[in-house]
């Protein structure tokens, strides 16, 4: 039985590691991969919600 803490790390690794295959098709295409964190996705899509507990990252722009 695994522990939430181990689950939680390979859900975290599984997902950057399509993150990074994603990036890898799209510049073999010639193309410019967008921001793939998700944090940018969360900003975009509005589902980025601020809280003075957790302040967004450096360099991601929050809805105002």
């Known amino acids: 039985d695994r522990s939430v803490a181990e689950r939680m790390c390979q859900v975290l690794n599984h997902a950057t590691e399509h993150r990074t ?3 890898t098709i799209l510049t073999a295409r010639g193309m410019e991969p967008t921001d793939l964190t998700g944090w940018q996705y969360m900003s975009e899509t509005g589902a980025y919600a601020e809280s003075a507990d957790a302040p967004a990252p450096s360099g ?3 809805p105002a």
């Open 60 to 62: 991601v722009d929050t």
């Open 21 to 23: 295959q994603t990036t």
